[in-house]
């Protein structure tokens, strides 16, 4: 049985960090595309981060949302199939559920991780509550 557990939410004030972890179990996810989704309440699920598989499983592409760039760094180690999300400089705006997704976002060739209905596993998510 495939599952993702994520960690490390929280509550934190404006301009302070938290580190969310992804764990995965039930099956390699070396060729795939681990990514941090965030969905705020009455807001849709949006992309926030994806550590994009390379050749043979060995590299991995990051790929950020604007919103975060210069501020989230994600990260990945196939060995211990996890996925880390280090984030910096906290804004109010970032308080949402965060979310760890599993899948590979292609079709005809093109890059499609930006889309939440790309991806085949999911977390139950974690809070991130950021104080003004």
């Known amino acids: 049985q495939v599952q993702l557990v994520e960690s490390g939410g929280g509550l934190v004030q404006a301009g302070g960090s938290l580190r969310l972890s992804c764990a995965a179990s039930g099956r390699t996810f070396g060729s795939y595309t681990m990514s941090w989704f965030r969905q705020a309440p009455g807001k849709e699920r949006d992309f926030v981060s994806a550590a994009i598989s390379g050749s043979g499983g060995r590299t991995y592409y990051s790929d950020y949302a604007d919103s975060v760039k210069g501020r989230f760094t994600i990260s990945r180690d196939n060995a211990k199939n996890t996925v880390d999300l280090q984030m910096n400089s906290l804004k109010p705006e970032d308080t949402a559920v965060y979310y760890c997704?599993?899948?590979?976002?292609?079709?005809?060739?093109?890059?499609?991780?930006?889309?939440?209905?790309?991806?085949?596993?999911w977390g139950q998510g974690t809070q991130v509550t950021v104080s003004s």
């Open positions: 997704a599993a899948g590979r976002p292609y079709s005809g060739g093109n890059y499609l991780g930006h889309r939440y209905d790309r991806y085949d596993y």
